[in-house]
């Protein structure tokens, strides 16, 4: 009889603390469950003040530098340096000026009231180029002190958020393009050769979730590559940009190709057009892109573009990725 009560009394505690582990698992699983439900609630109420602050600390001391491209439109220059001003990431700016006409001082005192309304300190430089040429946006600044160039065009804008994470982004890949706006090439079949191409813009990106290139209109790459774009790409191909003012990016995007061997990084990002629409909106556009395409791989002596269907996305500000 003792014995039997003994072995009933083992099995009871036995139980006793298999069902405390059980309901202890339950908690633990309830709370974990809460603490991320919480997260995401802060953030979809916009309860981010302290994750802000977190990633401004987190942010390494060398920021990016804002390398711009402007041409007689000074109310969209002024619109996108205010706005970028604004970026935590910002070290310095500039312009790359092309006119005739050197930049009025009541720009120039404009754009610097501006950059000093945040308390920071970020250098802001007119960069004079007295030819006219897209050449002028990829030559080399020699006293810029950040490794990181976000190259961009006057007239679109991207929330600072996606841009400190297209920073994040490059900082892992310092070596190749990192951007918005991407585009592909694909061999031309019809041709019924492999060194025949097809240049084609966003709905094929789009169709196929493929791409190879990376539009220098918004995008980061290392300040070596301006060095290079200046004094080791072909000077066929600068000739080529400057005679039919067109394909200076794709020219950017075969030179870090090469150097590489790598594709370039897609970001995801909301793009703000803020401009009237540029060359791409021109007859021929896609046709004469395709030459560019075709005429850059004959220079290199053969296809240095790599095909990829990598996306990065801030899974922070994303529900499903």
């Given at each position: 009889m003792?014995?039997?009560?003994?072995?009933?009394?083992?099995?009871?505690?036995?139980?006793g603390?298999?069902?405390?582990k059980?309901?202890l698992?339950?908690?633990f699983?309830?709370?974990?469950?809460?603490?991320?439900?919480a997260?995401?609630?802060?953030?979809?109420?916009?309860?981010r003040?302290?994750?802000?602050?977190?990633?401004?600390?987190?942010?390494?001391?060398?920021?990016?530098?804002?390398?711009?491209?402007?041409?007689?439109?000074?109310?969209?220059?002024?619109?996108?340096?205010?706005?970028?001003a604004?970026?935590?990431?910002?070290?310095?700016?500039h312009?790359?000026?092309?006119e005739?006409?050197p930049?009025s001082?009541?720009?120039?005192?404009?754009?610097?009231?501006?950059?000093?309304?945040?308390?920071?300190?970020?250098?802001?430089?007119?960069?004079?180029?007295?030819?006219?040429?897209l050449?002028?946006?990829?030559?080399?600044?020699?006293?810029?002190k950040?490794?990181?160039?976000?190259?961009?065009?006057?007239?679109?804008?991207?929330p600072?958020?996606?841009?400190?994470?297209?920073?994040?982004?490059?900082?892992?890949?310092?070596?190749?393009?990192?951007?918005?706006?991407?585009?592909?090439?694909?061999?031309?079949?019809?041709k019924?050769?492999?060194?025949?191409?097809?240049y084609?813009?966003?709905?094929?990106v789009?169709?196929?979730?493929?791409?190879?290139?990376?539009?220098?209109?918004?995008?980061?790459?290392?300040?070596?590559y301006?060095?290079?774009y200046?004094?080791?790409?072909p000077?066929?191909?600068?000739?080529?940009?400057?005679?039919?003012?067109?394909?200076?990016?794709?020219?950017?995007?075969f030179?870090?190709?090469?150097a590489?061997?790598?594709?370039?990084?897609?970001?995801?990002?909301?793009?703000?057009?803020i401009?009237?629409?540029?060359?791409?909106?021109?007859?021929?556009h896609?046709?004469?892109?395709?030459?560019?395409?075709?005429?850059?791989?004959?220079?290199?002596?053969?296809?240095?573009?790599?095909?990829?269907?990598?996306?990065?996305?801030?899974?922070?500000?994303s529900?499903?990725?």
């Open positions: 003792t014995m039997r009560t003994s072995l009933f009394s083992h099995r009871t505690i036995r139980q603390v298999g069902s405390v059980i309901k698992l339950l908690a699983c309830i709370g974990f469950t809460l603490f991320v439900l997260g995401r609630a802060a953030s979809f109420m916009g309860w003040k302290h994750a802000a602050s977190l990633n401004r600390s987190s942010l390494p001391e060398k920021g990016y530098a804002l390398l711009i491209n402007t041409w007689k439109r000074n109310d969209l220059l002024k619109q996108s340096i205010s706005h970028y604004s970026c935590p990431g910002l070290a310095s700016i312009i790359v000026w092309s005739p006409d930049p001082e009541s720009l120039k005192k404009f754009l610097n009231h501006v950059i000093h309304l945040n308390g920071r300190k970020i250098e802001l430089k007119f960069d004079i180029n007295k030819e006219d040429s050449n002028n946006r990829f030559k080399e600044i020699t006293d810029l950040m490794d990181a160039v976000f190259s961009i065009d006057d007239d679109v804008i991207f600072c958020t996606s841009v400190e994470f297209a920073f994040t982004v490059w900082q892992s890949a310092p070596d190749t393009m990192v951007g918005y706006i991407p585009r592909i090439h694909w061999v031309d079949k019809s019924g050769n492999q060194d025949t191409y097809i084609s813009g966003w709905w094929s789009w169709w196929t979730g493929t791409y190879s290139m990376i539009l220098s209109k918004a995008a980061f790459f290392h300040k070596k301006l060095s290079m200046t004094y080791e790409m000077s066929s191909i600068r000739e080529y940009v400057t005679k039919n003012r067109n394909c200076e990016d794709i020219a950017m995007s030179l870090v190709a090469n590489t061997g790598a594709p370039p990084i897609w970001v995801k990002g909301k793009i703000f057009e401009g009237s629409t540029g060359i791409s909106s021109l007859g021929g896609s046709e004469r892109r395709t030459h560019c395409v075709n005429w850059f791989a004959s220079k290199y002596g053969r296809m240095p573009l790599v095909s990829t269907s990598v996306k990065a996305v801030d899974s922070r500000s529900w499903f990725w």
